[in-house]
């Protein structure tokens, strides 16, 4: 008998020791500060450079994606709200909203090198592999400017007959971007600068944040009405509609875990398990902080990171809370 209890007790040892050692799911890794004041939107990697950049008030702050020390400021971007990374030419775009400009910065030592003009109050805008390209959504002109980084003019205007949110390539010459006014995608062809088709999001309102796995052809867009979208990029069909948190303007896709996570202001991120192109299940939400609406991935760490700030109290229940003076940071998400 005594053997079979110091049998058993060896067992539970050892299945709690295991227990133990096993890793924690995703969870808040670090907290990296910022000093400067302001509001914030989208945030950006450059993987090359190592380097985390962050839309804050009227610059950018830059941090060292592996210890979040600050490494530089790009000053002067009024109502900045994206930041584009173009590896191959070495440069920097953000888009200016009060100004209606891009300003160019070098990635090595982050010194403006231009001015673009574009169209009315540019938001979100990101790097096109495939055509070489740098677009950029106009939420006020409901327009593309499409700049050529080799000369940093813009080579194109392509109205989109709503105003544009995120947007994303399938690497192939199509760029998807949802239209936040009127409830769809729209599709168009970089080559060409033709909307080639608008899907109607079913279910969905005013969709913000856009991802989309490439190797499946499927679209992520977060809808202000608590909902992540998927649909099948090349026929527009809705695969399913997940419930996520409330105030989501973000979505990215880790192509190799197959995983999407939703950034939702309400305090928490929604993570979806991509089981196969057509099977999709809400693995976990996490808890986050308030505020933390807008989301990046680090592709080499499969890290993420979500910029927000401390509130105060608002007594009114319309009334948008009050950011609290130097307290603005960016939360390091990791397994």
Not at 265 to 287: L, M, R, Y
Request: proline share 4%; hydrophobic share 35%; with cysteine.
């Amino acid at each position: 008998m005594k053997k079979k209890f110091l049998s058993a007790a060896l067992l539970l040892g050892i299945i709690i020791s295991a227990s133990a050692q096993q890793k924690p799911g995703m969870h808040l890794l670090a907290t990296h500060k910022i000093k400067s004041d302001g509001g914030w939107d989208y945030l950006t990697i450059d993987q090359a450079n190592n380097n985390l950049y962050i839309s804050h008030g009227n610059q950018v702050n830059i941090l060292n994606k592996t210890n979040g020390d600050s490494v530089g400021v790009i000053p002067n971007t009024l109502g900045v709200h994206g930041i584009v990374i173009a590896t191959p030419f070495g440069k920097g775009y953000t888009t200016n909203g009060k100004l209606g400009t891009c300003t160019v910065f070098d990635l090595k030592n982050f010194k403006i090198t231009a001015t673009v003009k574009v169209g009315q109050n540019p938001d979100a805008a990101f790097y096109d592999d495939f055509s070489k390209k740098v677009i950029v959504f106009n939420g006020k002109s409901n327009d593309a400017s499409i700049i050529d980084p080799t000369t940093d003019k813009v080579v194109s205007t392509i109205p989109l007959g709503g105003k544009p949110e995120a947007g994303v390539s399938d690497g192939n010459g199509k760029i998807y971007v949802n239209i936040e006014d009127t409830g769809e995608i729209v599709c168009f062809d970089i080559s060409t600068s033709k909307v080639l088709s608008r899907y109607k999001l079913k279910g969905g309102e005013e969709p913000s944040g856009l991802a989309i796995d490439r190797n499946t052809s499927r679209l992520f867009t977060v809808c202000a009405n608590k909902v992540l979208i998927i649909l099948d990029a090349k026929t527009g069909k809705q695969i399913t509609t997940l419930p996520i948190g409330d105030g989501a303007d973000g979505v990215v896709f880790d192509p190799v875990i197959k995983m999407a996570y939703s950034s939702n202001g309400e305090g928490t991120i929604t993570v979806v398990k991509e089981v196969s192109a057509d099977k999709f299940v809400v693995q976990e939400n996490i808890k986050s902080e308030p505020g933390a609406r807008t989301i990046a991935l680090d592709l080499l760490t499969h890290h993420i990171f979500l910029p927000t700030a401390t509130f105060e109290k608002s007594t009114a229940a319309a009334q948008r809370p009050k950011r609290v003076s130097g307290t603005f940071r960016i939360l390091e998400f990791g397994k």
